[in-house]
């Protein structure tokens, strides 16, 4: 071989590929660039879901202004805007709208594998959106006897108050919410249909008798003030006017006026479903037997990605059989 001649060019050894068994996932195509990031996606659903990014910031325990910077960043690698601002309000864009379902997909699917995951180490668990009234007064009574059943599922509960989209409750396996229409809710759970029962404390009602309906008109009634009409509401089935002022405190979630009534600030309009332990125990009383159906109903509903997980069937079994007997 001649001194200066090169010898030829080795190819380099192919990377050796330990065989496990398991089917190989092909690499992403196209440049990581183009790739979301999972912090992205979490902040837009956040957002999209809240209609805020004040709210989704506060569920993220992040500022406002990092939640708006990873909803800009997303928008920057997809080209499109997802979501509309203003001053007041955010609203979701065409684009925004039809990247909302698949974002929800793909976070349901990869906390799906994350949870299955951990049930290898750690046992099987639930995390359940639910508001703070049926959590407080409905549920948690009732979880033990789940629990006894299976002991080895955690239920971790959030006191969330999903949206009416939440038939696909995002960042939660599943979620107990409140809906109007039901026909938007064919693979849900119905619980309960909420009526509404005047309730107070037997210390406030020994402080101040009434003995008929119309007495409750020159009474603290308090409010939910999301829901401002329903005290007249109430009022209005029972035939009496109720256009004058009506005195009591405001708040503004329903747990919040349970626990006024509670507290002896006056009588409080509250579901039956949501007090019916507090009546039994005695805390609270119905002042009348006379509760009014609304048009909303109180449902359960399992994400997508997790309705064949066993723990998820379980308490899907349990909770509606724990409605139908509370009925």
Request: hydrophobic content about 45%.
């Amino acid at each position: 071989m001649d001194a200066n001649s090169q010898p030829p060019a080795q190819a380099e050894p192919a990377e050796e590929i330990e065989e496990t068994g398991a089917a190989k996932v092909p690499p992403l195509a196209g440049p990581r660039r183009a790739v979301p990031s999972i912090s992205g996606l979490i902040a837009f659903e956040a957002s999209a879901r809240h209609l805020s990014f004040s709210y989704a910031a506060r569920e993220l325990t992040l500022t406002q202004g990092a939640v708006s910077k990873r909803v800009r960043q997303l928008e920057h690698v997809l080209g499109v805007s997802l979501l509309a601002r203003s001053r007041r309000k955010v609203v979701l864009t065409e684009h925004g709208e039809r990247y909302l379902i698949h974002a929800r997909r793909v976070l349901g699917e990869i906390q799906a594998a994350a949870q299955s995951l951990r049930a290898d180490n750690e046992g099987a668990s639930i995390t359940l959106a639910v508001p703070p009234e049926i959590a407080n007064y409905w549920l948690m009574p009732r979880l033990g006897d789940f629990h006894a059943c299976h002991p080895d599922v955690a239920v971790n509960l959030v006191s969330w108050r999903p949206t009416e989209d939440a038939a696909r409750p995002g960042g939660f396996e599943c979620a107990i919410y409140c809906v109007e229409d039901l026909s938007a809710c064919v693979s849900a759970v119905v619980l309960f249909a909420e009526e509404l029962l005047p309730v107070a404390t037997p210390r406030f009602l020994a402080a101040n008798p009434i003995a008929m309906p119309s007495a409750l008109l020159g009474m603290p009634l308090i409010q939910q003030s999301s829901r401002h009409g329903l005290w007249r509401d109430w009022f209005a089935a029972l035939g009496l006017d109720s256009d004058g002022r009506l005195d009591g405190s405001s708040h503004d979630c329903l747990s919040l006026v349970i626990e006024a009534a509670l507290n002896d600030h006056g009588v409080a309009l509250a579901p039956v479903h949501a007090v019916r332990d507090l009546l039994d125990r005695g805390r609270l009383h119905a002042i009348f037997d006379a509760p009014i159906a609304t048009d909303r109903s109180y449902v359960f509903a399992v994400h997508p990605a997790f309705v064949e997980q066993i723990a998820v069937r379980q308490f899907r079994h349990w909770i509606a059989q724990t409605a139908e007997t509370s009925l």
